[in-house]
């Protein structure tokens, strides 16, 4: 989750003076860090970080398969459903980061307390996802563009994921 997060936090061009978002960094660079030598990006696209996501959820599914049988079967690496229930556990996964931001970042706009470091990371990881409904959407006292960006991360989450997990099953 902390590589995707900061994945996320890149392509947002969140502050990365804040201090939780040097945490993210500090805990995320002893993996990353060798796999940039090896693997470049691709533009803005971070693809050691989501190259390693994905051997993340690949290592999971292999550990709880291994831990469920009893058995050390590498033959799970072949089978190309694994492939479609890492990439809908990834979406999955992104989609939770981002309810839980617009869950908290409207939560924490209820109390104004002055600078918050947690707050302006939410809030520009949501920026981006937010703006392009608050112009659509004009706000007048109440912005409702947080319950759309999540009513909308929901719909994506059930045709994306259930889509993802049915194709997985029937091959």
């Not at 990439?87 to 409207?106: G, R």
């Not at 600078?115 to 939410?122: H, Q, R, S, T």
């Not at 006292?141 to 049915?166: E, H």
């Amino acid at each position: 989750m902390l590589v995707l997060l900061r994945h996320l936090l890149q392509n947002a061009r969140a502050n990365f003076h804040n201090p939780i978002a040097k945490l993210i960094v500090r805990t995320t660079n002893p993996m990353l860090v060798p796999m940039r030598r090896v693997i470049p990006s691709i533009g803005t696209i971070d693809t050691s970080s989501i190259v390693l996501a994905i051997l993340a959820v690949i290592t999971e599914f292999f550990l709880l398969h291994c831990i469920s049988t009893g058995t050390f079967n590498f033959s799970l690496f072949i089978d190309p459903k694994i492939y479609l229930l890492v990439i809908a556990k990834l979406v999955d996964a992104v989609i939770s980061i981002y309810v839980f931001s617009l869950i908290a970042q409207s939560i924490m706009s209820w109390f104004q307390v002055g600078y918050n470091p947690a707050m302006e990371l939410v809030q520009d990881l949501t920026r981006p996802m937010l703006y392009p409904i608050q112009r659509l959407i004009p706000t007048q006292g109440i912005d409702i563009s947080p319950m759309i960006a999540i009513l909308l991360l929901y719909v994506t989450r059930i045709i994306l994921v259930g889509y993802l997990n049915i194709f997985a099953q029937s091959i």
